[in-house]
């Protein structure tokens, strides 16, 4: 006849007193109180492992922190997953495991994570400016959050408050830096799918806001503007340097005298200081090259073409160009920047290949065909191009190069 087993009382718990050996009181279906020589009393639950059919305890907790009523609930736990099939003591250990991996895998740890890669690929200024977003507007109040639980309407709820503050175009950078950790936290592992894929939906488009410029027909007047302004010659220089290039303002400003190749007619910018992180040439024409030799009795024994007028071996500040464009009268119309726009929208309507305008201006070119076709064979193709607009520059240019200054 089976062995009944009377389930325990509190107070028989309560009163059991320890002896010189260890014992056990048994409450039935597994569940178990060992009592220690020391008097501490463990509750222990003793089950078959599933498919291997070997015995296996594991250990509830201590009494009286660890009640009679709660070692209940535990030991029906238990079952349930023996149910199942599931090892309760292998059950625990992963649930253990993954609360640790959680710890490791907030949405801060990961975030810093992939900004030790993020930093490599952007300049020190871009990549202070992209940290400062993320930790003032998102890791404030989801950091502490595993990636696991990083959910699409809570990071929404946490950027609405940004929009309504900001701007819209914070938040769109927000979504996408976001975007970034999350896509780096699925390629190492800590997540099957990216759950904020999309998110930016949710928030306004952001107003673009171009950068003044002059119609093509006001070219005209730029440049009786410049060849009659009182400014210093290296900032005439600069500012039809950038016409004539299309190039940026800092990309202009910071331009080296080593990065010209006068051989080739080449003005060859490198990765690092350029917008998108890849190298940059520039066919230099005729017009060009005659800022060059005019610069050189100025700075051509120096480090940069544009040397800073206060410190000569820096160079000059990117804000140069557009200062003088104020002072010339054009506050409101046309901003350094605007110079590339001037540039696009004549030689637009003027039918050349928009490739050829886009490569000028050193947009990236998502073609992977057609990039690899860019490096071989626009540059020769553009520099028909870039003689055209520098002679277009020219006819306007008939007292160009005075000496104002």
């Known amino acids: 006849m089976a062995k009944i087993t009377v389930p325990l009382t509190d107070s028989e718990i309560k009163n059991a007193k320890s002896k010189e050996k260890e014992y056990c009181l048994f409450d039935g279906e597994g569940l178990l109180l060992r009592i220690k020589p020391t008097g501490s009393k463990l509750w222990v639950f003793n089950y078959y492992r599933p498919y291997t059919r070997k015995r296996a305890n594991i250990s509830f907790g201590k009494y009286p922190a660890?009640?009679?009523?709660?070692?209940?609930?535990?030991?029906?736990?238990?079952?349930?997953?023996?149910?199942?099939?599931?090892?309760p003591k292998e059950h625990r250990d992963s649930e253990k495991a993954s609360k640790k991996d959680a710890l490791l895998t907030t949405l801060s740890a990961v975030s810093k994570e992939w900004f030790e890669v993020k930093k490599k690929k952007v300049s020190p200024i871009t990549a202070t400016r992209i940290w400062n977003s993320i930790e003032t507007h998102i890791l404030t109040d989801l950091g502490e959050y595993p990636v696991t639980k990083i959910t699409a309407p809570k990071t929404i709820e946490t950027i609405k408050p940004v929009q309504a503050k900001s701007s819209a175009e914070l938040a769109r950078r927000l979504c996408q830096r976001l975007n970034e950790v999350m896509n780096y936290a699925v390629n190492v592992g800590y997540l099957h799918a990216n759950p904020l894929t999309g998110i930016k939906a949710a928030f306004d488009s952001p107003v673009v806001k171009h950068h003044p410029t002059l119609k093509p027909e006001e070219l005209p007047e730029l440049m009786k503007a410049i060849n009659y302004a009182s400014i210093k010659i290296v900032t005439r220089c600069l500012i039809e340097w950038q016409l004539h290039t299309m190039s940026r303002p800092s990309?202009?400003?910071?331009?080296?005298?080593?990065?010209?190749?006068?051989?080739?007619?080449?003005?060859?910018?490198?990765?690092?200081?350029?917008?998108?992180?890849?190298?940059?040439?520039?066919?230099?024409?005729?017009?060009?090259?005659f800022l060059l030799e005019r610069l050189k009795p100025i700075s051509g024994h120096r480090e940069h073409i544009f040397p800073s007028h206060g410190n000569p071996r820096k160079p000059t500040n990117s804000e140069t160009a557009n200062m003088a464009l104020k002072r010339m009268g054009f506050k409101g119309r046309l901003v350094s920047h605007g110079l590339r726009s001037l540039a696009s929208t004549t030689l637009n309507e003027q039918g050349f290949d928009s490739d050829l305008i886009e490569s000028a201006l050193a947009h990236q070119d998502k073609n992977q065909v057609r990039k690899a076709y860019n490096r071989a064979?626009?540059?020769?193709?553009?520099?028909?191009?870039?003689?055209?607009?520098?002679?277009?520059?020219?006819?306007?240019?008939?007292?160009?190069?005075?000496?104002?200054?």
């Not at 400003?253 to 190298?279: H, Q, S, T, Y």
Request: hydrophobic letters at 40%; charged letters at 35%.
């Open 377 to 405: 064979d626009y540059i020769e193709r553009r520099r028909v191009m870039m003689e055209w607009w520098s002679s277009q520059i020219n006819i306007y240019c008939s007292q160009r190069h005075d000496n104002h200054g």
């Open 251 to 289: 990309e202009a400003a910071g331009a080296r005298w080593e990065e010209v190749d006068f051989k080739n007619k080449l003005w060859v910018i490198p990765a690092e200081r350029m917008k998108m992180k890849k190298e940059h040439i520039v066919p230099l024409t005729d017009e060009t090259l």
């Open 66 to 87: 660890l009640s009679l009523a709660e070692a209940r609930k535990k030991r029906q736990t238990a079952k349930e997953l023996l149910a199942q099939d599931i090892d």
